[in-house]
């Protein structure tokens, strides 16, 4: 039996709404500077990427909903801003 994950627009467009508020919050958050749409947004998905993968080690199978989602993806957007950061070397002002 063979496994396919579907394809939805509406949950592309939804994974970037995340995406995209997570990273923007995040960012001020954590520097007081944003990285610009295209940069938040990736900031978001990829922070939401890690911080999905922090609660399901934590709390498997856990499902937070919308609101939820966001929360966990700022929370993972921070982590990933803070690791740029110490990576880099420089802090965004």
Not at 47 to 76: E, H, K, R, T, Y
């Amino acid at each position: 039996m063979a496994l396919a994950a579907a394809f939805s627009v509406s949950g592309l467009i939804i994974w970037l709404i995340i995406g995209l508020i997570a990273g923007f919050i995040a960012s001020r958050i954590m520097s007081g500077g944003g990285y610009g749409l295209v940069g938040d947004i990736i900031v978001g998905l990829v922070g939401a990427f890690i911080g999905g993968i922090l609660v399901n080690l934590l709390i498997p199978d856990a499902n937070f909903g919308f609101w939820g989602s966001i929360v966990v993806s700022i929370i993972g957007a921070c982590i990933l801003i803070a690791i740029l950061h110490a990576v880099t070397g420089t802090r965004r002002a």
